[in-house]
T-cell receptor
Framework: QQQVKQSPQSLIVQKGGISIINCAYE??????FPWYQQFPGKGPALLIAIRPDVSEKKEGRFTISFNKSAKQFSLHIMDSQPGDSATYFC???????????????FGKGTLLTVNP | DAGVTQSPTHLIKTRGQQVTLRCSPK?????VSWYQQALGQGPQFIFQYYEEEERQRGNFPDRFSGHQFPNYSSELNVNALLLGDSALYLC?????????FGSGTRLTVV
């Protein structure tokens, strides 16, 4: 059972454009929703995270939008740059303290390519 | 400050063999989790160690086992390797907050 569904599988965006990646979850016990960025040959690195008590969180060019009733959340990358080209994973876990005591459930990932 | 260190970076094993992967957590972190990432997939949780005990486990067979040492470093052992065990194995450490991942060990089973 895939508890976190991520789309699209791949995404091509022009430099300066907006990249949007969507995720949907099933487990209502999930309480922490991070996004990870992974470059080839590297492990995932935390990009930004949100808890369901807010509908949006912004850090620089990266924004998470969260819809608790629809059980959906998305990552928006504004002014996308070639250096943003990587695989992005959404994730979720029930840990209300930031998650380290609980396993992370990941989506399947989105390969983002930003063309110059 | 060193992050999470994993060794080896790459490994080739034959079906039926056993393998041990190693992880040194980020300085100050006391919890270590292991994930398996198949090609083109998201990481899948294997298990988590805290205070040298397995605290929780994902849906992996008993062929997968682990250990945490008093210095918080950890090992992942896989017995009777199958071709399907070929993957990137990620170690993540934490201390009450979010995870820090290592760069992983690429295991190829032939």
């Amino acid at each position: 059972q895939q508890q976190v569904k991520q789309s699209p599988q791949s995404l091509i965006v022009q430099k300066g454009g907006i990249s949007i990646i969507n995720c949907a979850y099933e487990n209502t016990a999930f309480d922490y929703f991070p996004w990870y960025q992974q470059f080839p040959g590297k492990g995932p690195a935390l990009l930004i995270a949100i808890r369901p008590d807010v509908s949006e969180k912004k850090e620089g060019r990266f924004t998470i939008s969260f819809n608790k009733s629809a059980k959906q959340f998305s990552l928006h990358i504004m002014d996308s740059q070639p250096g943003d080209s990587a695989t992005y994973f959404c994730a979720a876990n029930p840990g209300n303290s930031g998650g380290s005591n609980y396993k992370l459930t990941f989506g399947k990932g989105t390969l983002l390519t930003v063309n110059p | 400050d060193a992050g999470v260190t994993q060794s080896p970076t790459h490994l080739i094993k034959t079906r039926g063999q056993q393998v041990t992967l190693r992880c040194s957590p980020k300085s100050g972190h006391d919890t270590v989790s292991w994930y398996q990432q198949a090609l083109g997939q998201g990481p899948q949780f294997i298990f988590q160690y805290y205070e040298e005990e397995e605290r929780q486990r994902g849906n992996f067979p008993d062929r997968f086992s682990g250990h945490q040492f008093p210095n918080y470093s950890s090992e992942l052992n896989v017995n009777a390797l199958l071709l399907g065990d070929s993957a990137l194995y990620l170690c993540a450490s934490s201390l009450g907050g979010g995870y820090t991942f290592g760069s992983g060990t690429r295991l190829t089973v032939v």
